[in-house]
């Protein structure tokens, strides 16, 4: 008899959890329940183990939404960067933005240097950072943005495409440099970044100097002014020249040869 109403309280339990939408709860009451005992908790350590474990599990798939919002090509964190192998990036400062006060005071970031220094892994790794913190982050390349606003363009959607850009916490704008945008394509570009400027943050990823930036935004005037919004209280952190990438691929290979 005593083992039936067990029974039926744990059912109830469960369809309780159910409808409530704590499924952890409705998972491990009874295992917490039973631990609880052995360890001669109070009624209230009890509750606690098991809202604690309901939320960790609520900002686990929080933090995994934010993921895939995104729309990371690779998930790459800070922590699988090898600072002893790119000594010039300051990882301090690196590590220090990770913790998510440039985003509170909407301040850019902009990663300079050549390509296979590191730029798009620290880039990706900030924004997972920022994605932990579950922030609202979205990774995207400078042609891409262009091409869909192009694309908007053409079904009169253009605000509301912008509209939706300016919703996120931190945007990362990868490859700016990388190919010569047509005027309207640099026009859509600046649109983003001003309409973002002092209000959220922006990362950029380029391999040309602030000085080189008129062969990709052909328009001077434009250029000063993309320039302007960009660099305002910006935090500036040069790569280098040398390719991580391809030390790292020499490396490998001679590994394998004296093996």
């Known amino acids: 008899m005593k083992e039936q109403t067990q029974a039926l309280e744990h059912a109830s339990v469960k369809q309780y959890c159910k409808a409530l939408r704590v499924p952890m709860i409705g998972a491990h009451f009874v295992q917490l329940a039973e631990q609880a005992i052995?360890?001669?908790?109070?009624?209230?350590?009890?509750?606690?183990?098991?809202?604690?474990?309901?939320?960790?599990?609520r900002d686990r798939h929080a933090i995994q939404q934010r993921l895939?919002?995104?729309?990371?090509?690779?998930l790459k964190t800070l922590e699988e960067f090898d600072f002893n192998q790119a000594r010039q990036i300051p990882a301090a400062k690196i590590r220090e933005l990770a913790e998510g006060g440039y985003i509170e005071r909407a301040e850019p970031v902009v990663l300079m240097g050549e390509c296979?220094?590191?730029?798009?892994?620290?880039?990706?790794?900030?924004?997972?950072a920022a994605c932990r913190q579950k922030r609202r982050?979205?990774?995207?390349?400078?042609?891409?943005l262009v091409n869909e606003l192009v694309e908007a363009r053409q079904h009169n959607a253009v605000k509301r495409v912008l509209?939706?850009?300016?919703?996120?916490?931190?945007?990362?704008?990868?490859?700016?440099?990388?190919?010569?945008?047509?005027?309207?394509?640099a026009e859509f570009l600046f649109q983003v970044i001003a309409e973002r400027a002092e209000r959220a943050a922006l990362i950029v990823t380029t391999n040309l100097p602030f000085s080189e930036w008129t062969q990709v935004f052909p328009n001077p005037r434009l250029c000063k002014a993309l320039l302007d919004r960009i660099t305002d209280r910006a935090h500036i952190?040069?790569?280098?020249?040398?390719?991580?990438?391809?030390?790292?691929?020499?490396?490998?290979?001679?590994?394998?040869?004296?093996?």
Request: with cysteine.
């Open 38 to 57: 052995k360890e001669q908790r109070s009624h209230i350590g009890y509750l606690e183990a098991l809202l604690t474990m309901e939320s960790e599990e």
């Open 68 to 74: 895939r919002d995104a729309k990371l090509p690779r």
């Open 116 to 128: 296979g220094t590191g730029k798009t892994h620290l880039a990706t790794g900030l924004c997972v």
């Open 137 to 144: 982050a979205r990774f995207t390349t400078a042609a891409n």
């Open 163 to 185: 509209a939706r850009w300016l919703r996120y916490d931190v945007i990362v704008l990868d490859e700016v440099g990388y190919v010569p945008l047509a005027d309207i394509g």
């Open 237 to 259: 952190i040069e790569t280098g020249v040398d390719s991580y990438r391809f030390r790292r691929t020499l490396e490998v290979r001679q590994k394998k040869k004296v093996s």
